[in-house]
């Protein structure tokens, strides 16, 4: 049997922490389980996992060994490959409804139910050496590596609104916090707060990040120094020991799109909406991880998996319930419906066996 002929109760789009969690939980509950993996974890560059009870500091390659391993170990299927395109069945696969998954290898995996924990893309300011150093003396989340970077320089680049945010929030990690305003006007409510907690505000025109080598050595802005024929311009960089940023996280939901599944705008950019389960608008579609909660860290992820998990579960729960209790009835009916009788067919008293002819119309008896 070819792998597009097998259904699976379940597919799993995304291989992370939110979709191995739930691949956990399905495969536990008996359901038959596929988990598609594209290999582009957000947290690749990190060095550790921070935050999740049990785990704290593993590198989040052993993290999603360990849960490939824990799931294949009861019955679960993962796929290294990528998920270009999503469709209904034109069938119901058995009368539970059912997804046909286009694979980029050319490969489709067909199943009941589908689980998007496919993540998110975070995508960064322009401003040179963010990329080169992202993960590592770039920053963007207190609650991942605000332990890391404690009591030391932090540069944090206001190159959105939300700059001031992360530097009021770090400032609990730290007594130095560098807010660089870049293009980023300042009202004096905020110059205020920067003040009252001695945020040191660094003006003029980020140009870049200073490295040496792989190392973060500062921030690179342009200081224009007024002069009788106008101004001068120079650009000085500022020691800093980390540099945080503010990124847009927007789902990776493409592949998802022809069976209704759309984004909801954010301001930290876009996700897949979902009710506190994790339940779509979308009929036999659920969401989980960053795909549905951008601000989600590993362990809220993996929890989110697991509560979908649940859910799904108990959804297959009614559709056999209404399902038996519908053949349960058919049955019922059948029962309590005589059998019709032919009178034409050959009949004997003694023998249920005849001619046919042994009927008296008259008294209506054979």
């Not at 792998?3 to 291989?15: L, T």
């Not at 993996?37 to 049990?54: E, K, M, T, Y």
């Not at 469709?87 to 997804?99: E, N, Q």
């Not at 590596?145 to 992360?166: C, F, N, S, Y």
């Given at each position: 049997?070819s ?14 922490a939110a ?36 785990h ?15 799931v ?13 395109d ?36 975070d995508?960064l ?11 590592r ?5 207190p ?26 929030l770090?400032?609990?990690?730290t ?29 003029g ?33 500022v ?21 209704g ?30 795909a ?29 319930l ?44 054979a």
């Amino acid at each position: 049997m070819s792998q597009h002929e097998v259904v699976r109760d379940v597919i799993v789009v995304g291989g992370g922490a939110a979709g191995l969690s739930a691949a956990l939980t399905l495969t536990r509950a008996r359901r038959t389980t596929t988990v598609i993996d594209g290999g582009q974890p957000r947290n690749a560059p990190a060095s550790g996992v921070h935050g999740l009870l049990g785990h704290e500091g593993i590198n989040p390659a052993e993290l999603i060994a360990r849960g490939r391993a824990e799931v294949e170990g009861y019955g679960g299927q993962i796929i290294d490959d990528q998920v270009i395109d999503v469709a209904r069945t034109p069938d119901d696969l058995g009368g539970l409804g059912g997804f046909e998954v286009t694979l980029r290898s050319g490969n489709r995996v067909r199943g009941r139910r589908l689980l998007i924990a496919t993540g998110l893309v975070d995508e960064l300011p322009e401003v040179p050496g963010v990329r080169e150093q992202w993960g590592r003396g770039v920053l963007h989340c207190p609650f991942c590596h605000g332990w890391e970077v404690r009591d030391q320089r932090i540069g944090v680049l206001a190159t959105d609104p939300m700059g001031v945010h992360k530097a009021l929030l770090f400032r609990l990690w730290t007594d130095d916090v560098v807010l660089f305003t870049g293009e980023q006007a300042l009202d004096d409510a905020q110059r205020t707060q920067m003040a009252a907690l001695d945020v040191t505000l660094v003006e003029g025109a980020i140009v870049g990040l200073d490295l040496d080598g792989d190392m973060l050595r500062g921030v690179q802005v342009v200081n224009r120094t007024p002069t009788a024929s106008g101004s001068t311009e120079v650009v000085e960089v500022v020691q800093v020991d980390a540099v945080v940023v503010s990124t847009r996280m927007v789902v990776r939901a493409e592949p998802f799109a022809g069976i209704g599944i759309e984004l909801t705008d954010h301001p930290m950019g876009a996700y897949i909406e979902a009710n506190e389960f994790g339940q779509t608008a979308v009929e036999g579609v659920w969401a989980a991880g960053n795909a549905s909660s951008l601000g989600a860290q590993v362990s809220n992820a993996a929890a989110e998996g697991a509560r979908a998990a649940q859910h799904i579960v108990a959804d297959f729960m009614k559709a056999n319930l209404e399902r038996a209790i519908a053949a349960h009835a058919g049955n019922d009916a059948r029962a309590a419906t005589p059998a019709p009788v032919d009178v034409t067919a050959d009949t004997n008293p003694s023998t249920g066996t005849g001619t046919g002819t042994d009927i008296d119309t008259e008294k209506g008896h054979a």
